[in-house]
T-cell receptor, first 116, second 110 residues
Framework: AQTVTQSQPEMSVQEAETVTLSCTYD???????LFWYKQPPSRQMILVIR??????QNATENRFSVNFQKAAKSFSLKISDSQLGDAAMFLC?????????????FGGGTRLMVKP | DGGITQSPKYLFRKEGQNVTLSCEQN?????MYWYRQDPGQGLRLIYY???????QKGDIAEGYSVSREKKESFPLTVTSAQKNPTAFYLC?????????FGSGTRLTVV
């Protein structure tokens, strides 16, 4: 079974600065998808970014970008120009291509605080 | 607008009582999922369903039951066998293109 680990339970960043959230995963598969979700205090899940393992190019979405290191099984999220609205729980998730259920496996989350 | 509706938003129950959490979607999605989230933690899969009248256990199915009689609905029952039911419960659905999550139900057992 796949596992996803987020080693930083909490992180803080100064407004306008850059922060990187780490995520590692364990899998024997070669093809899969990786996701970062944002969960603000409202608890609504918001997709931040998605990466397909067969694509070497790192995904980018505005101020959010990932550093996908397939050999190291690492999928970190970089948030540039942090804003107060970025304060949230960030969840890393994995989905197997071969998984008939297409379920997501989540890490434990990193709570990001943004200081004004 | 299409989406997933979870109700109620907050639910209080006495210990030993069964309780059913509602999840309804009008997205015409085939797959639906139930996740549990404990404070400061990630999501863990309880049950999922790929089609009507079929569902599979997830990682933490003990003490829970589901049904999928209609494509739109995937209710979760938290039974008295669930030892620590107080948690936040999230429902999700999926079709090609991505997942949609509900806004969750906070269950507190007293």
């Amino acid at each position: 079974a796949q596992t996803v680990t987020q080693s930083q339970p909490e992180m803080s960043v100064q407004e306008a600065e850059t922060v990187t959230l780490s995520c590692t995963y364990d899998t024997s598969e070669s093809d899969y998808y990786l996701f970062w979700y944002k969960q603000p205090p409202s608890r609504q899940m918001i997709l931040v970014i998605r990466q397909e393992a067969y694509k070497q190019q790192n995904a980018t979405e505005n101020r959010f970008s990932v550093n996908f290191q397939k050999a190291a099984k690492s999928f970190s999220l970089k948030i540039s120009d942090s804003q107060l609205g970025d304060a949230a729980m960030f969840l890393c998730a994995y989905r197997s291509v071969n998984n008939a259920g297409n379920m997501l496996t989540f890490g434990g989350g990193t709570r990001l605080m943004v200081k004004p | 607008d299409g989406g997933i509706t979870q109700s109620p938003k907050y639910l209080f129950r006495k210990e030993g009582q069964n309780v059913t959490l509602s999840c309804e979607q009008n997205l015409n999605h085939d797959a639906m999922y139930w996740y549990r989230q404990d404070p400061g933690q990630g999501l863990r899969l309880i049950y999922y369903s790929q089609i009507v009248n079929d569902f599979q256990k997830g990682d933490i199915a003990e003490g829970y039951s589901v049904s999928r009689e209609k494509k739109e609905s995937f209710p979760l029952t938290v039974t008295s066998a669930q030892k620590n039911p107080t948690a936040f419960y999230l429902c999700a659905s999926r079709r090609q293109g991505g997942y949609t999550f509900g806004s969750g139900t906070r269950l507190t057992v007293v």
